[in-house]
């Protein structure tokens, strides 16, 4: 069965703090993505990437960056957070040629204080 | 540009009653259309998809999906729901051979007993 796992359910942080979320997925997936997702709005995109060491711009993508280095892995990194950064975030994975059959973890609702 | 709309923030029925969600795309192209459903605390799930072929398209858990290119629409359906689909409804927009959805911003599903 397809499995995209994110480290945490549940996260506080303080303004100003570093802040790493983790998706790991067990399909060999090529793509991964992060999303933001926010009442309203659905979800946007912040980053993506196709191969390991590999990434692009989302729609949303300040105030963030994103490091792959192995293909199961995918992290989403706050360099400084923001009380604004408070949101569910969401990763998904798919396979190259396939790019829009994403299969989504879990979430990780993150709080900034 | 590629935009999704989902016209109802919240719809409630009543349980047994007939469903339909709104979704109305704008895309130049042939659309690649998708529903995804979250049930609280969890990730997105994959309704269904539609591609092409046959316009009405039929998911799991009982839903289908009829896309309209006249219209521009991909609306849900289901004729008689339970109360475990109350959740929230999401559809997407994605390019022929992209990698990228684009969503709407969420139907919430109460379902009334």
């Known amino acids: 069965d397809v499995k995209v796992t994110q480290s945490s359910r549940y996260l506080v942080k303080r303004t100003g703090e570093k802040v790493f979320l983790e998706c790991v997925q067990d399909m060999d997936h090529e793509n991964m993505f992060w999303y933001r997702q926010d009442p309203g709005l659905g979800l946007r995109l912040i980053y993506f990437?196709?191969?390991?060491?590999?990434?692009e711009k989302g729609d949303i993508p300040e105030g963030y960056s994103v490091s792959r280095e192995k293909k199961e892995r995918f992290s989403l990194i706050l360099e400084s957070a923001s009380t604004n950064q408070t949101s569910m975030y969401l990763c998904?994975?798919?396979?190259?040629?396939?790019?829009?059959?994403?299969?989504f973890g879990p979430g990780t609702r993150l709080t900034v204080l | 540009a590629q935009s999704v709309t989902q016209p109802d923030i919240h719809i409630t029925v009543s349980e047994g009653a007939s469903l339909e969600l709104r979704c109305n795309y704008s895309y130049g192209a042939t659309p690649y259309l998708f529903w995804y459903v979250q049930s609280p605390g969890q990730g997105l799930q994959l309704l269904l998809k539609y591609f092409s072929g046959d316009t009405l398209v039929q998911g799991i858990k009982g839903f289908e999906a009829e896309f309209k290119r006249s219209q521009s629409s991909f609306n849900l359906r289901k004729p008689s729901v339970h109360w475990s689909d109350a959740a929230e409804y999401f559809c997407?927009?994605?390019?022929?051979?992209?990698?990228?959805?684009?969503f709407g911003a969420g139907t919430i599903l109460r379902v009334k007993s």
């Open positions: 997407a927009v994605g390019a022929e051979y992209g990698n990228k959805l684009v």
């Open positions: 998904a994975s798919s396979l190259v040629g396939r790019g829009l059959e994403q299969f």
């Open positions: 990437s196709y191969d390991v060491k590999m990434k």
